[in-house]
């Protein structure tokens, strides 16, 4: 029974539900960021390069061929506009990141040149001025 109880408080952790939630708004991101590489950035550099699309391109080490029993074994490619698109991917993943952070860092930063608000009296201080005015 004290397994499950200590296995209930680490899943209860803050940090735990904090990684939880950033890895599920990430693989969200991540797939925002692939759909706006592919969708909509990549179609007019493709147009762009001469019609181009980048998953196509690849380099057949060996064409496809049919065995001698007719079945069809598949020719063997290095897709490298994958590599291209996951690359571009990566960077712009790797911006918008960037950007996030500095835009979180720049308001952590105003909150600390905030000018901290008038202290007020401490507590001796008040006691001090009550005691004053008590031998009045």
Known sequence: MAFFKDFKSFLMKGDIINLATAVIVGGAFG????SFTNDILMP???LMLGDVNFSDLKCVLKEASTDAAGEVI????VNYGNFIQ?????????LCIFLVLKAYEKTKKKEE???APPAGPT???????????LKK
């Open 123 to 133: 507590q001796e201080e008040l006691l001090t001025e009550i005691r004053d005015l």
């Open 31 to 34: 797939k925002i960021v692939t």
């Open 86 to 94: 996951m690359i571009i991917d990566f960077i712009i993943i790797g």
């Open 74 to 77: 598949p020719a063997v490619t």
């Open 44 to 46: 007019p550099i493709g």
């Open 113 to 115: 040149a905030a000018p």
